[in-house]
C-alpha cells in the first residue's frame, strides 16, 4: 500500500514539472504574443485601377497589331517522375483539382493506392530515381483534371512487371468520369518481358478531341506473351509505371491572363515558426493591412499575371524559400520585392515591385514565302532561372522541361514574343534556345541562338529562318534598355 502512495507522489511531482514546462515554453509563442501583435500597412506600387505597372507591354505570342492571329503553347499539362516516393506531379498545368492514380486488387472493390519501389527508368533529364507499383491489380484508374487546357495531344509512360506480373494490357480513356469508355488500344504487349526491364509507351490524342473537365485513363492488365518469365499471377503479379506525362496545348495570352495574383511573406528573423504568407487578387493589394508579431523580418512579394501558378515551395521557411516559373509559362508577367521589416509598432512599408522576367523577341527578315512553316518550337537549353532572394547559394530546385511551341501565319506575323523568366539577375548571364521550324512533312530546320541576358532587358535576334546555312545561323542581336539594357543578335 505504501508503494502505491509513493508512485501518487512522483506522478504528482512529474504532473507539476510537465505544466512547469508547458507554461515556460507557451510564453514564447506565437499564440502568447497576440497582445503583441502590431499592424504593418503595406503601399504597393502599381495596383490602381489606372496603373498597368503590372502588365507587360510585349504583345502575346505570335501576333503583331495589324494581323493577330491564334496561338497555342504546347507542353507538359502533367508530369510524373514519382523520384520523392510521392503520387504529386512534378508538372502540374493547374491546382485547382488534384490527379490521382488508385488502383483495384483482384475482385476487390476497394481503390487502393500504388507503393513507391525503387529502379525507376530514366526519362530526359529525369533520373531514373522511383517508380509506382500495383500488387495484383485488376484494373488501374489514372485521373486527370483537363479544364482550361485547350487540347491534349499525347499521352505516354513507361510500363514493367514482376516475373509473375501482367505483360500486356488493354488501355481505354473516358471524358464523362467513367460513365462510358473509348478504347484507346487494345493490345499492348511489352517488348521487354524480363522483371527489370521498362517499355516506353505513347499515345497520340491530337484526333481524339478531348474536352471537359476530367480525363481518365483505364488499365485493364493481362497476362500477355510472357517471353521466359514465370507463369502470369493475377492475384501477387505486379505492374509497374514511371514518367507518366499528359502533353496538350493551352491558348497563349500577352499582358495578362487567368491568374492575377500577389504573393506575400514575412519570414521572423530569429523564430522560425513565425511565418506569415497569402495570396491576395490584385483588387485587394493596394489595401493590404497585416497584424503581425513584433520583431524583425526578411519579407518578400511577388506577382503573378500568367496563365499558370508559380513553382513555390509547398512549406516555405526562410531558408528554402524560391520562385520559379515554367518556361512553357511564356508569356508571364512576374514581378517582385524583397526586402527588411521591423515592426515594434503600427507601421507603414513601401513595396516598389520589379520585373523578374525579361523579353525576347524573334524578327524574321526573310524575303521568301514562310507560310510553309506551320509551328516553331523554342527549347530552352540553359539551366532554368529562379528567384532565392534569402539565400545567395542555393541548388537550382527546378526541374522544368516544357517547351514553348507556336503556331501562327509566320508569312503575316513576322515576329515572335515570349517572356523569360529571370529571377535576379543583375549581371549578364549566359542564354541559349534551339529553335525548331516544322511543316506539315517534319522538321524544316533546327538551329540555336544563343547570348547574355540579364533581368529586365529587352533582347531581339533579327535574321532569315530559311536560309542553307550552318545552324548555328546569323541573327543579328539588339539589346532595349528600356528596362534596362538594350541587345541585337543574329542567327
Known sequence: ???????????????????????????????????????????????????????????????????????????????????????????????????????????????????????????????????????????????????????????????????????????????????????????????????????????????????????????LPKEGIRGEGSAYNSTSGTLRFDNIRLVGMSSSSGGGGAINKLHYYLFHKTKPEVVVTGTIDYEEASSLKLNVPEGKYSICFVSNTSNRDLILPSNPTLSNFYVGNYFSNANADIFGYYGELEVNGETDHEVKLRRLFSQIKLEFTDASDLSVISKIRISQQHESFFFAPFLSNMTNPILDQSDVEVVGDFQQNKQLVFNQFMGEQTLAVPIKYSISLLGTNGVLRTFQLQSTLKQNMQLVFRGNLLVDVDPIGTFQIRRDMDWDGDQEATF
Not at 71 to 76: A, L, S
Not at 173 to 194: A, H
Open 1 to 219: 500500500m505504501s508503494s502505491l502512495f509513493v508512485k501518487k507522489d512522483r506522478l504528482s511531482f512529474y504532473f507539476i514539472i510537465l505544466l512547469a514546462v508547458a507554461a515556460c515554453k507557451k510564453e514564447g509563442s506565437v499564440d502568447d504574443q497576440n497582445e503583441n501583435l502590431q499592424a504593418v500597412q503595406f503601399k504597393i506600387s502599381g495596383f490602381t485601377s489606372e496603373s498597368i505597372v503590372l502588365k507587360s507591354s510585349s504583345p502575346p505570342i505570335g501576333t503583331q497589331s495589324a494581323n493577330p492571329v491564334s496561338n497555342y503553347v504546347e507542353g507538359y499539362l502533367y508530369f510524373w517522375s514519382f523520384n520523392d516516393s510521392s503520387l504529386v506531379p512534378d508538372i502540374a498545368y493547374q491546382d485547382e483539382n488534384v490527379p490521382s492514380i488508385t488502383y483495384l486488387k483482384g475482385t476487390g472493390t476497394d481503390e487502393k493506392t500504388p507503393n513507391s519501389v525503387g529502379s525507376g527508368a530514366k526519362y530526359l533529364d529525369y533520373a531514373a530515381g522511383r517508380a509506382i507499383s500495383c500488387d495484383g491489380p485488376s484494373e488501374i484508374l489514372v485521373k486527370i483534371p483537363i479544364q482550361g487546357a485547350d487540347q491534349i495531344t499525347e499521352f505516354g509512360f513507361h510500363a514493367g512487371s514482376s516475373t509473375t506480373g501482367p505483360k500486356d494490357f488493354e488501355l481505354y480513356y473516358s471524358v464523362d468520369e467513367g460513365e462510358t469508355y473509348e478504347i484507346l488500344q487494345v493490345e499492348n504487349q511489352f517488348g521487354e518481358t524480363k522483371s527489370t526491364a521498362w517499355n516506353d509507351y505513347n499515345y497520340q490524342l491530337s484526333d481524339k478531341n478531348i474536352t471537359g473537365s476530367y480525363l481518365w485513363f483505364k488499365f
